[in-house]
Nanobody
Framework: QLQACGGGLVQAGDSLRLSCATS????????MGWFRQAPGKEREFVAA????????AYADSVKGRFTISRDKAKNTVYLQMNSLKPEDTAVYYC?????????????????WGQGTLVTVSS
């Protein structure tokens, strides 16, 4: 029901835009979020947006570099990633929240996409 794409291999300083499209049902009334998981580490919060797009939160490590947005008409959530660093290397997952609000805890998410790999070389 959630399909993430847009990952790839880039160099430090490059940009990528991840997309998360929904199918089968819409999540227009749900908060949406992006998390990432690096090898050997737990899945961590990256960014989240509420149902209307009026409230957004970012992890400190990506503030000023990443931008989350959503297009309700396309049932798609985006993560624009600029000034990528090697430490951004991870599998990125999009999630649909249990409610309409911004959620930074993965336990507040009920649906997950399959993940898309982002690799940043130095």
């Amino acid at each position: 029901q959630l399909q993430a794409c847009g990952g790839g291999l880039v160099q430090a300083g490059d940009s990528l835009r991840l997309s998360c499209a929904t199918s089968g049902r819409t999540f227009s009334n749900n908060g949406m979020g992006w998390f990432r998981q690096a090898p050997g580490k737990e899945r961590e919060f990256v960014a989240a947006i509420n149902w209307s797009g009026t409230s957004i939160a970012y992890a400190d490590s990506v503030k000023g570099r990443f931008t989350i947005s959503r297009d309700k008409a396309k049932n798609t959530v985006y993560l624009q990633m600029n000034s990528l660093k090697p430490e951004d290397t991870a599998v990125y997952y999009c999630g649909a929240g249990r409610g309409a609000w911004v959620a930074q805890n993965r336990r507040d998410y009920s649906y997950w996409g399959q993940g898309t790999l982002v690799t940043v070389s130095s």
